[in-house]
């Protein structure tokens, strides 16, 4: 036991060691089906090796940083692999995202269960990219494989990470570019491109097209980068190789932990539906997390070793907790409930004239007006984002008293309103351009007047697929991020309606060119209507839990 393992366990609150004495072997060589060398490294405990299960985690962001999870399961009666994915650190191929992980995870696999030390348990275990790469070995999974243990991810990286709502999410992109391209340039100039990523990704948030982005802001093309844009079309059969999604009835048991405001929590919710509905066995955990918060570290830890000790181990589940469980915000309080979605009641919150929102139905009323220009977007000012110094609840003053950002705002609360679920938008709205996002963001408004982000959802209008009424009205349904979140007394509501929350999301240019060379920004009208005819409103899930 090292001074960082009793720290880590401390603060992640792990049960006790069982064997202290733990080494680890380092660069032991897989080799794929084309001949590509791949590298990992094995924690374990010598005195407990013949029994311990076999957790796999498979990286792109090398192998030290794990080493520390690697001895706390290690020191808990498994063996823990590290392996660096292709093209990673000293892992041999060139790093394509997302490409390789089903054949090489495939070829993990076989190597594994060559071993002399595999004792013939295994259990996935990864957050983000990782948990993609515990996604990808599920199509070929063995009888062996019979656990694994997620944290913010998701199947489907396209809609849940790079093309939500059909709107590409270029500050996550960008940052997560920045990482790969700085984590393998000494760990001094790593941290302070994270660091200073605000300043240093400006290049990429206002370059056009976007496709000159990469140039502009790391002075190459990023290979990948260009993928994502030459494939932006809702549909492209590019994606399907890395949609795993369709093996959810596949899957061994799996714990899910979530964070509300991660951007993988739309459809990391999914993937748990998915495999609830085809009768596998899964749990969900979400707490107030963002994508990198501690928390989320440290709870996910835990629930990992819970979740591999009663599925590898077969021990008894001590954890006195339901099948999901659910932090609620502005109560600040942990529920336990039978399945998701939790018990709740939608209730339907109508926009209104002079900035109202509230239950009553609107009468007719002439409707709002912004002028959205690409020149100028609205900022995203927190939400779902990859940067962690951008993302979670923000102050969002900024964006409210923007003219081009139409905001509803509720009376004051006379008691507490809990909501616990999906959340739904419906926007009837008037655009003088075929091409349009519309961005949705609920807020919670203190008794001080300060309004924070709870929830946001975007629609990237696609002409082709979606037409107005003969009046030119159209009925924009936009799925918003699930939350739970108690809105106290003397608290208001608020919604926010606009069209742009950028670089959070990519601007619309309004000029329907494909996303990668659009370079014309032309500014657009736009109505939202809120009247007998066209009931814009928010669809909110009001739960007594």
Known sequence: MTLM?????????????????????RRLEAKMADGTVLFADRWYAPRTVSSAPVLLIRSPYGRQQFGVLGRLFAERGYQTVVQSVRGTFDS???????????DDGRATLDWIEDQPWFTGKLGGFGPSYMGLTQWAIVPDS????????MQITASDVRDSAVYPGGSFSLETGAFWVQQMEFQEKGLARYLWAMATSRWSLAPAYRTLPLRDADRATFGHPISYYQDWLDHATPGDPWWESVDFSPYASQAPPCSHLAGWFDLFALHQIDDYVRMRRSG???????GPWTHSGPGAVASGVRDTLEWFDIQLRHRPDRSGRDRVRLFVMGSDRWVDVPDWPPPAQPQRWYLGSGGTLSRARPADAPPDHYRYDPADPAPGLGGATLDVMLAGSRNQRRREERPDVLVYTSSTLSKDVTIAGPIDAEVWLQSSRPHFDVFVRLCDVDRSGRSRNISDGILRVDPDTCRPDPDGVWRIGVRMWPTAMTFKAGHRLRVQVSGAAHPLFARNTGSGEPIGSASQLIPSEHHVYHDGMHPSAITLPVSAI
């Open 142 to 149: 063995r009888p062996y494989l019979q656990a694994l243990a």
């Open 5 to 25: 393992s009793w720290a880590l366990a401390k603060a992640a609150r792990l049960r006790p060691a069982e064997d202290a004495d733990v080494v680890v072997e």
């Open 280 to 286: 596998r066995e899964a749990r969900l955990t979400v």
């Open 92 to 102: 041999e191929g060139q790093f394509d995202p997302f490409r390789n992980e089903r």
